[in-house]
């Protein structure tokens, strides 16, 4: 298997997606990717998008994407 994708519906808390954008203009300046803690783990903000999602988060264990767009699971 080279892949998995799993999607789910939540309701984001808007300090976490302030969290996100603010560290996704970082990246985007920087033009690499940048340190985001999230909960206990540690990812990798990409400076682009995954697919249609906004913030792509990246760890050793895989990638996660996350939108705050209303069409798409969170």
């Given amino acids: 298997?080279?892949?998995?994708?799993?999607?789910g519906r939540t309701v984001l808390p808007g300090r976490l997606l302030e969290r996100l954008e603010e560290a996704r203009q970082w990246a985007e300046a920087l033009s690499t990717p940048i340190s985001?803690?999230?909960?206990d783990e540690a990812f990798a903000l990409a400076p682009n998008a995954f697919g249609r999602y906004r913030y792509c988060l990246e760890h050793p264990d895989g990638r996660v994407g996350i939108s705050p767009s209303s069409r798409l699971p969170p």
């Avoid at 298997?1 to 999607?7: I, N, Q």
């Avoid at 985001?36 to 909960?39: A, E, K, R, S």
């Fill in 1 to 7: 298997m080279d892949a998995l994708y799993l999607s």
């Fill in 36 to 39: 985001f803690d999230l909960g």
